[in-house]
């Protein structure tokens, strides 16, 4: 039998308080629910012509595949972002003026400018016309931008984070700032940085639905030829709220189980007096040691 040294277990009361916050707190997520459910049944929402498109498999196929253009366009934004990340969140560490402040610049500007805006920017100036870029990477190099400036934050503060001694043991060993960056600081910042990284996936798939207001392929711009068809934007937006939700659901289990796995803090358990085998007269914490 161990016991946690870091809090208190709840006690009879604290647990039937919880249970009791549970199921008031269900009653009234279910209440709100059918609340909608009524209120869309008494304005004629739940007509089965408007949600036909859902269960017509070619209507299902151009979701699927707007959901995988959706899927690929945040993916490679966001493996550009971390190379972003990477080179300019380094370059703010750096000891030379001349690497430093161009890169704190570039990082203070894109975090600056909203995601859309830049996608206007891009669309406008690069995006159309014969020989443009079109609004598929221009929504991928705006996303790009924004989200590798966030991560160029996330990459510092994860390096700052690692102890120092570690750096000055290293230098202490001869090795050169390059190595010390790579061989010690790095390996040890991922570890920090993980959840953070893969949080920010899930605000890149999110905003690829501002594509929407450039032309760009796809969730969101399947879903506008929906409603534009069918007239039920009700519908269509229940629809891809949902796809978007269940995606994003995915990504945060994941962060979810790379931070337990990899940066999760480990609970420090001593052993009960009493249990067997054990000498009640020995310090438990010593034990441990």
Known sequence: ??????????????????????V?????LVGAVAAVIWRMYDRGQLAYELWE?????????????????????????????????VVFGVGKLSDRRILRWPSWLV??????????????FLYLAYGVGE???GPYWCVVIALMVYN??????VFRAGINAVPKGQAEAAYALGMRKSQVMNIVLMPQAVKIMLPSIISQC????????????????????????????????????????AMYVTVNLLLTALATWVQRKYVGEKRLTVPMVGDAGLDPSVDPVARIR
Do not use: C, W
């Not at 039998?1 to 549970?22: C, E, F, K, N, W």
């Not at 990082?107 to 206007?120: D, G, Q, T």
């Not at 590798?148 to 934050?153: F, P, Q, R």
């Open 1 to 22: 039998m161990t016991a946690s040294v870091l809090y208190d277990q709840p006690g009879p009361r604290t647990r039937a308080r919880h249970r009791i916050y549970t």
């Open 53 to 85: 498109p859902f269960v017509t498999p070619e209507y299902v196929r151009a979701l699927l595949a707007g959901l995988r253009q959706t899927l690929q366009m945040a993916a490679l934004a966001i493996l550009f972002a971390v190379a972003f990340g």
């Open 202 to 241: 899930v605000v890149a798939l999110k905003d690829t639905s501002l594509g929407f207001a450039i032309l760009a392929p796809g969730l969101t711009r399947v879903g506008k030829q929906i409603y534009d068809e069918f007239q039920n934007q009700v519908q269509v937006a229940i629809v891809v709220t």
């Open 131 to 133: 020989g443009g870029i």
């Open 107 to 120: 990082v203070e500007f894109f975090r600056a400018v909203p995601v859309l805006l830049m996608m206007y």
């Open 148 to 153: 590798g400036a966030v991560l160029a934050e």
């Open 24 to 28: 008031v707190s269900v009653v009234a």
